[in-house]
């Protein structure tokens, strides 16, 4: 009788912890354990959740929760990219985590799992609160250090939240740039996303070559991506003077990878360039033309001096000069307009087609 009731209080308790749907009074949807009408904090996949202005006021079935989506996934409704974004406003975050993996693997280029992740990253805490603020720092990272993957971009979004940001900065509420160096260096992608992104909120400039350089090289998207929005952010002259150089007269991938970014990261002069880049998808190598005030000039080969960006973090900054390091920061002209002629090389037809899309 005894383990009878043992054996039924065991079996109410592994039920009281599945995991559920929690719905706040403002309407979020979030996966939580032992969760009840009235909580302020939830035990969630990625960390505790706080929401002390925001209770929990229905508790629903995860399974039941999930069913719908399921379905309209397995019907072809929902592109990667909808079916990544359905499955986050539910608030399915183990799901999230799986299907970003299993993407990723065959879909390399969609991305849209890793930002979604790190939204909710950004407002969960695997932190204990009594850990001292100049100790959260440290404390962090080596947390950070020991998980892998997807688990590693969880903590390392966090990480990057308690980074300070402040110009009068603290040693022991930053990473060093040796650390950010390791990040950067690293050949794990989601160790450079998220080295990129403190390097970012630190305003570490002097990495700008190496993420200037990592737009281009970088053989995952999401780094490649990361790194073009840290150096929008670092310094979008300098990144857009890149750009449109390697636009111009790169070879035909790192000019696709250009123009992207000219479109989305680089204001507008850097529509400004597409649009003179567009002038001359229609022009044969060797036409001389106007397109404004600029004269352009269509050529058959590429600029050789751009062919591989070079990666230079197995030096120390310190250990380069100042001019070389900060020769992009240096001059304010506009690359379009640096000299009487805009010289670009002849556009092959798809990097035709994906400028025209941009525009």
Known sequence: ??????????????????PVIAVTKS??????????VGDLQLATPFGLYLCASDPVVEVRDLILSTQPLT??????????????AAISRAGLLSLLLEQTSVIAKSFPEVIDGYNLIQYWAAQ???LDPAINLDDRISKLYKMYLRQQGLRRLIL?????????????????????????????????????????????????????????????????????????LSCSAL????ARQYWVKLAARGSELHRGYAVNYLAHYSGPIGIRALKMLDS??????????????????????????LVRPVLWLNNSPSER??????????????????SSVFVVTKVPPLLAEQIRALL
Not at 72 to 81: A, K, P, Y
Not at 164 to 185: F, H, P, T, V, W
Not at 216 to 225: E, F
Request: glycine share 4%; net charge negative; with cysteine.
């Open 280 to 305: 001359a998808i229609e022009h044969r190598i060797g036409d001389r033309f106007s397109c404004g005030s600029n004269k352009i000039w269509v050529v058959k080969a590429s600029d050789s001096s």
């Open 156 to 228: 390392g979004t966090e990480l990057e939240n308690i980074v300070s940001a402040s110009s009068n900065k603290r040693s022991e509420r930053n990473l060093s740039y040796m650390q950010i160096g390791d990040e950067l260096k690293s050949s794990d992608p989601i160790r450079r996303r998220i080295g990129l992104q403190i390097a970012t909120k630190q305003s570490d400039v002097i990495y700008l070559h190496q993420i200037l350089a990592m737009t281009i090289v970088d053989p995952t998207a999401q780094v490649r991506l990361t790194a073009a």
């Open 124 to 126: 969960t805490s695997n």
């Open 27 to 36: 309407g979020v949807h979030i996966e939580a354990l032992d969760c009840q």
């Open 71 to 84: 379905k309209l996934r397995e019907d072809g409704v929902f592109t990667n990219e909808e079916w990544l």
């Open 1 to 18: 009788m005894i383990l009878s009731a043992l054996a039924i209080a065991l079996s109410l308790q592994a039920q009281a912890m599945q």
């Open 235 to 238: 310094h979008q002259h300098a």
């Open 321 to 338: 000069s100042d001019l070389h390091l900060f020769d992009h920061l240096s001059d304010n002209t506009e690359f379009i307009d640096a």
